[in-house]
């Protein structure tokens, strides 16, 4: 087996289900030992860990909620300490609050942007002071960041635009350092939270060009690819993985 993150270590947050739990799994199938955040799922966070250690590599699981923004510098620097360094942050931790903008709490407002927008600097911010040239940051932002085919999308839409031009502004400034910083937008992808014969599929699947779900193992394999040596010419780039739904 390749193992080209060997001797790496990475963070995922919410890696405990779905999309970050594969994205988990990829890299310590590539080598690395890795650490995921998580909110509520305790069971499958551990799940994760274990399948994690199953493949030869160290895992832990940290509770952290990345609306509070203490907790994710202290899940950032307890990873560090754990795992001996910090290599790859993988800001994967979601929500998905929409509706109507005229019926939008406040709420719902500062949660989504503080889970998409600030945790992102946050957690950036605190992994960087502990990684070196090589290092990589990728975040996980969504296809309906550039197109919003339905209504009730405003606000999540705003905030995974936004990751856009954090990369890029991320690029320039940490790119002197040798430390890249992408971002990689999923389409209809098959998790628990959105599968693939789910109540909401027929309308996604009338946009996809090349037809069905994309799988979360897609999602990671392009995280692993930029994790890897392959990804380190590879930065400020926004890379789409929705079997061409917005085409």
């Known amino acids: 087996m390749s193992t080209p993150l060997k001797g790496k270590v990475a963070l995922v947050t919410g ?6 739990a594969a994205i988990a799994t990829r890299l310590a199938e590539d080598g690395a030992d890795v650490a995921i955040t ?60 929409i509706g109507p903008v005229d019926e939008l709490t406040v709420e719902a407002i500062d949660r989504t942007l503080a889970v998409h927008v600030r945790a992102v600097l946050v957690a950036t911010g605190a992994a960087v002071r502990h990684m070196g040239e ?27 635009s936004a990751l856009t031009g954090l990369t890029r502004g991320l690029a320039r400034d940490l790119g002197p350092r040798g430390i890249t910083a992408n971002v990689v937008q999923p389409g209809p992808t098959h998790t628990d939270m959105n599968p693939s014969d789910g109540p909401h599929s027929a309308r996604q699947l009338e946009h996809v060009a090349l037809g069905g779900y994309s799988d979360a193992a897609d999602v990671a394999a392009t995280v692993a690819h930029l994790a890897g040596p392959g990804g380190r010419r590879l930065t400020g780039a926004t890379i789409t993985i929705d079997g061409g739904f917005n085409a």
Do not use: H, M, Q
Not at 15 to 20: F, Q, S
């Open 134 to 160: 090589g290092g990589r940051i990728v975040s996980i932002g969504s296809n309906l960041a550039e197109r919003a085919p339905w209504p009730g999308l405003s606000l999540y839409s705003a905030s995974k």
């Open 15 to 20: 890696g405990g289900r779905g999309i970050g």
């Open 38 to 97: 998580y909110e509520r799922s305790r069971d499958r966070a551990e799940k994760t860990v274990a399948e994690i250690e199953g493949l030869g590599r160290r895992g832990v699981a940290i509770k952290a909620d990345s609306a509070d923004a203490g907790a994710v510098t202290a899940a950032v620097d307890r990873a560090a300490a754990e795992l001996g360094r910090l290599d790859i942050l993988v800001n994967n931790a979601g929500v998905f609050l």
